[in-house]
């Protein structure tokens, strides 16, 4: 398996995530995703969408508010408990989790540890030109919440019955106080949230069913069969609000961690939202004529860590007459290119035959043109970003019309007219979703 230094080598090098505010020294915690970077997290995303979106009749998409109401996070028990324990070194005055901590001794300098004392990891701001406690806010630790306090909206607009879900991606904030593992654990992050509403007494079922069809999820976009598994959270380790969690977890360079979690959330965050707000989150069955706060399924992943245990599993280095190749073999529909033409050479009959290919190809997938260097070299460079499929147009194709489709994986080499090219590919690409 890859390790991290070796990974986020070539994710700088190749254009997946730099550092940020790097040419300032970096800022602990928070990283921006470049040219190939962004395309693979927008993959993710649209996969993670159209599975749990788009392909169900149960489930419905929302975007709330990055700062909401303060209120929200008393409600929601997030001012009270979403608190880590921190201790801060005599010596260095380096601060750590203390649920990290394999000793009470710093991992840095040796030194004597203080008390523990908790902090909460929520970022606070101000809303208004003035900052008193009267304008405080939240950045939100996670989009749940929002989900919550719309219920009401969406149960009326959308005319969704009970089992429905609500999904949400976007941004979220913590203020970690021990940020690392590369992009594992960070301060800024984006949420993939789907909140699923059950009957009460229902809820065991469809908990053990999120959990089977999340797991099913990253095995079907490429994970490992062998580098995932589910961990029951004991009673002691979960959250506040938690009847039951599951952790899929992946198996990481530093050993598992987690990946994704299910969480049975029962109908604490409406209980708590009806009675702050003051407003009636019930829900009215009509077939049983009886009316109850719903219970909640909520499968929760980061696409970070999405993207850092697709890559990890990807990773591969295989002998070949060169040396040493190195291969992202992401599924094709989690890679940032789909495409990549290459002309054999730069002489211009060549050329403008294959920005012609280019030009056919682009309206339909991310397509890449590289032209530098030795066809070799080109195809080891989109092995190496995880390209699936290479077009080579060379001489004879300016006399057959036909181009050269190269497989990442299989290594195999198809001669296919370059009017059937659109749709040779999507056949490959459906085929690959199995």
Same mark, same amino acid.
């Not at 993939?192 to 069809?213: A, I």
């Not at 598992?256 to 708590?272: F, Q």
């Not at 829900?283 to 970070?304: L, N, T, W």
């Given at each position: $398996?890859?390790?991290?230094?070796?990974?986020?080598?070539?994710?700088?090098?190749?254009?997946f995530?730099?550092?940020?505010?790097?040419?300032?020294?970096?800022?602990?915690?928070?990283?921006?995703?470049?040219?190939?970077?962004?395309?693979?997290?927008?993959?993710?995303?649209?996969?993670?969408?159209?599975?749990?979106?788009?392909?169900?009749?149960?489930?419905?998409?929302?975007?709330?508010?990055?700062? $909401?109401?303060?209120k929200?996070? *008393?409600?929601?028990?997030?001012?009270?408990?979403f608190?880590?324990? /921190?201790?801060?070194c005599?010596?260095?005055?380096?601060?750590?989790?203390e649920?990290?901590?394999?000793?009470?001794?710093?991992?840095?300098?040796g030194?004597?540890?203080?008390?523990?004392?908790?902090?909460?990891?929520?970022?606070?701001? %101000?809303?208004?030109p003035? *900052?008193?406690?009267?304008?405080?806010?939240?950045?939100?630790?996670?989009?749940?919440?929002?989900?919550?306090?719309?219920?009401?909206?969406?149960?009326?607009?959308?005319?969704?019955?009970?089992? %429905?879900?609500?999904?949400?991606?976007?941004?979220?904030?913590?203020?970690?106080?021990?940020?690392?593992? %590369?992009?594992?654990?960070s301060?800024?992050?984006?949420?993939?949230?789907?909140?699923?509403?059950?009957? =009460?007494?229902?809820?065991?079922?469809w908990?053990?069913?999120?959990?089977?069809?999340?797991?099913?999820?990253?095995?079907?976009?490429?994970?490992?069969?062998?580098n995932?598994?589910?961990? *029951?959270?004991?009673?002691?380790?979960?959250?506040?609000?938690?009847?039951?969690?599951?952790?899929?977890?992946?198996?990481?360079?530093?050993?598992?961690?987690? /990946?994704?979690?299910?969480a049975?959330?029962?109908?604490?965050?409406?209980?708590?939202?009806?009675?702050?707000?003051?407003?009636?989150?019930?829900?009215?069955? *009509?077939?049983?004529?009886?009316?109850?706060?719903? +219970?909640?399924?909520? =499968?929760?992943?980061?696409?970070?860590?999405? %993207?850092?245990? +697709?890559?990890?599993?990807?990773?591969?280095?295989?002998?070949?007459?060169?040396?040493?190749?190195?291969?992202?073999?992401?599924?094709?529909?989690?890679?940032?290119?789909?495409?990549?033409? /290459?002309p054999?050479?730069?002489?211009?009959p060549?050329?403008?035959?294959?920005?012609?290919?280019?030009?056919?190809?682009?309206?339909?997938? $991310?397509?890449?043109?590289?032209?530098?260097?030795?066809?070799?070299?080109? +195809?080891?460079?989109?092995?190496?970003?995880?390209?699936?499929?290479?077009?080579?147009?060379?001489?004879?194709?300016?006399?057959?019309?036909q181009?050269?489709?190269?497989?990442?994986?299989? $290594?195999?080499?198809?001669?296919?007219?370059?009017?059937?090219?659109v749709?040779?590919?999507?056949?490959?690409?459906?085929?690959?979703?199995?």
């Amino acid at each position: $398996m890859v390790d991290l230094d070796t990974l986020f080598s070539l994710c700088k090098r190749r254009g997946f995530v730099y550092p940020s505010s790097e040419i300032y020294g970096g800022f602990g915690g928070f990283w921006d995703y470049g040219p190939l970077g962004v395309e693979m997290k927008r993959n993710i995303r649209d996969a993670w969408w159209r599975e749990t979106v788009q392909l169900r009749e149960d489930v419905v998409g929302l975007d709330a508010a990055i700062i $909401m109401n303060p209120k929200t996070w *008393e409600a929601s028990g997030h001012v009270k408990e979403f608190v880590d324990r /921190l201790v801060e070194c005599n010596d260095c005055k380096q601060r750590f989790r203390e649920d990290e901590l394999e000793s009470m001794s710093c991992p840095a300098c040796g030194g004597a540890l203080s008390q523990a004392r908790l902090f909460n990891t929520m970022f606070k701001t %101000f809303v208004g030109p003035v *900052e008193e406690d009267a304008a405080a806010a939240y950045l939100r630790p996670e989009t749940a919440q929002g989900i919550f306090v719309d219920f009401k909206n969406v149960l009326t607009t959308s005319r969704k019955k009970i089992p %429905f879900g609500i999904a949400q991606i976007g941004k979220a904030f913590r203020n970690e106080i021990t940020p690392g593992r %590369f992009i594992f654990r960070s301060r800024e992050f984006e949420a993939m949230e789907l909140e699923f509403f059950v009957r =009460p007494g229902t809820d065991e079922e469809w908990w053990r069913y999120w959990l089977d069809q999340r797991v099913k999820w990253h095995v079907k976009y490429g994970v490992s069969p062998e580098n995932i598994r589910v961990y *029951e959270v004991p009673a002691t380790d979960r959250a506040h609000y938690s009847k039951a969690t599951g952790d899929i977890q992946f198996k990481y360079p530093f050993g598992w961690g987690e /990946l994704e979690g299910v969480a049975d959330r029962t109908d604490y965050d409406l209980t708590r939202h009806g009675e702050v707000s003051g407003e009636d989150l019930t829900y009215f069955d *009509e077939e049983s004529g009886q009316r109850f706060i719903p +219970y909640v399924i909520e =499968p929760a992943v980061g696409v970070e860590r999405t %993207f850092l245990a +697709y890559l990890i599993n990807a990773y591969h280095e295989e002998p070949d007459k060169e040396g040493t190749r190195v291969v992202l073999k992401l599924h094709p529909w989690i890679a940032p290119y789909k495409v990549a033409v /290459l002309p054999l050479s730069r002489k211009e009959p060549l050329v403008q035959k294959a920005r012609e290919v280019s030009a056919l190809l682009r309206p339909h997938f $991310m397509t890449t043109y590289d032209d530098s260097q030795s066809i070799g070299r080109r +195809y080891r460079r989109q092995d190496e970003i995880g390209t699936p499929y290479c077009v080579t147009v060379d001489f004879q194709s300016l006399d057959d019309q036909q181009v050269t489709i190269r497989d990442r994986d299989r $290594m195999t080499q198809e001669r296919v007219p370059i009017d059937a090219l659109v749709s040779t590919v999507q056949q490959r690409l459906a085929a690959s979703l199995g």
